[in-house]
T-cell receptor
Framework: GAGVSQSPSNKVTEKGKDVELRCDPI?????LYWYRQSLGQGLEFLIY????????KSGLPSDRFSAERTGGSVSTLTIQRTQQEDSAVYLC????????????FGPGTRLTVL | EDQVTQSPEALRLQEGESSSLNCSYT??????LFWYRQDPGKGPEFLFT???AGEEKEKERLKATLTKKESFLHITAPKPEDSATYLC????????????FGTGTSLTVIP
């Protein structure tokens, strides 16, 4: 009966390196979101997956950001050639189905780019 | 442009001192307005969903209300454990999957 889990909880990397952030949604939840939360900012939508449909990537800030979801479950957010402005908490959320249900959030991954 | 504004940014209350948090929004066709609570170092935790003007929902000391332009989260006789950041999010009819979040109100309840 676990909730949404994310790993790692903290990630410190050097500018220019690539990072991968992982999200394990609640079992049976078909929809998955990635958000970015920067200090003093609201949650910023990044990408949305729903079942086997093509993901909604409209929130990805640049082509350095990509995400995939394998087998309709685990998702990985990849940031290539990280920049200092990428430092933030990256949150994942899943919902039972569709986009208008309550979202269950994971604890987030705090990314620090030095 | 769709927008969500929360006020105040921060609020300090004495235990038992009731107050309200505001979330004003401008979206084209509201599909739903959501309230979340976020504790430090954790992900947001769902509180309420409101769909139409006039709707109200309650949970313990919290009551959420909705009009055509804003939502209020009323906190009655708060306790120190109610201290958290409260986030508001809206979903618009014309932007499908996206949720627009406000920057939150940081609530501190002093014993």
């Amino acid at each position: 009966g676990a909730g949404v889990s994310q790993s790692p909880s903290n990630k410190v990397t050097e500018k220019g390196k690539d990072v991968e952030l992982r999200c394990d949604p609640i079992s049976g939840h078909t929809a998955l979101y990635w958000y970015r939360q920067s200090l003093g900012q609201g949650l910023e939508f990044l990408i949305y997956f729903q079942g086997n449909s093509a993901p909604d990537k409209s929130g990805l800030p640049s082509d350095r950001f990509s995400a995939e979801r394998t087998g309709g479950s685990v998702s990985t957010l990849t940031i290539q050639r990280t920049q200092q402005e990428d430092s933030a908490v990256y949150l994942c959320a899943s919902t039972r189905s569709g986009a208008d249900n309550e979202q269950f959030f994971g604890p987030g991954t705090r990314l620090t780019v030095l | 442009e769709d927008q969500v504004t929360q006020s105040p940014e921060a609020l300090r209350l004495q235990e038992g001192e009731s107050s309200s948090l505001n979330c004003s929004y401008t979206v084209s066709g509201l599909r739903g307005l959501f309230w979340y609570r976020q504790d430090p170092g954790k992900g947001p935790e769902f509180l309420f969903t409101l769909y139409s003007a006039g709707e109200e929902k309650e949970k313990e000391r919290l009551k959420a209300t909705l009009t055509k332009k804003e939502s209020f989260l009323h906190i009655t006789a708060p306790k120190p454990e109610d201290s958290a950041t409260y986030l508001c999010a809206v979903q618009a009819a014309n932007t499908g999957n996206q949720f627009y979040f406000g920057t939150g109100t940081s609530l501190t309840v002093i014993p």
